[in-house]
């Protein structure tokens, strides 16, 4: 069974940083595209960045310059760190993890809660 636990979420003020973590059981992070999705209230949950099993790394235009995801396999965690935040950046943020076989496979966490103040 696929767990995927998010970490490391919280309240900052605009300029500030945090960095998220998401803790996987059951699934290798290096045989998934892992990513980082947000939703805000009101709003569709959107991709923030995705590391693909090659290593491969890809950011929404809005995060690009000041948030990087990592990958650690021997601990097998994603991480997701975010600089420069803005109070747009405030959202439940989720982990990821995406496989490809006969069909698509999504597994998520639970998200954690990230409140950028102005």
């Known amino acids: 069974q696929v767990h995927l636990v998010e970490s490391g979420g919280g309240l900052v003020q605009a300029g500030g940083s945090l960095r998220l973590s998401c803790a996987a059981s059951?699934?290798?992070?290096?045989?998934?595209?892992m990513g980082w999705y947000r939703q805000a209230p009101g709003k569709q949950r959107e991709l923030v960045a995705s590391?693909?099993?090659?290593?491969?790394?890809n950011y929404a235009d809005a995060v690009k310059g000041r948030f990087t995801i990592s990958r650690d396999n021997a601990k097998n965690t994603v991480s997701l760190q975010m600089n420069s935040l803005n109070p747009e950046d405030t959202a439940v943020y989720y982990c990821?993890?995406?496989?490809?076989?006969?069909?698509?496979?999504?597994?998520w966490g639970q998200g954690t809660q990230v409140t950028v103040s102005s």
């Open positions: 059951g699934i290798a992070v290096s045989s998934a595209r």
């Open positions: 590391i693909t099993l090659g290593g491969s790394t």
């Open positions: 990821n993890a995406m496989r490809f076989g006969l069909v698509r496979v999504d597994y």
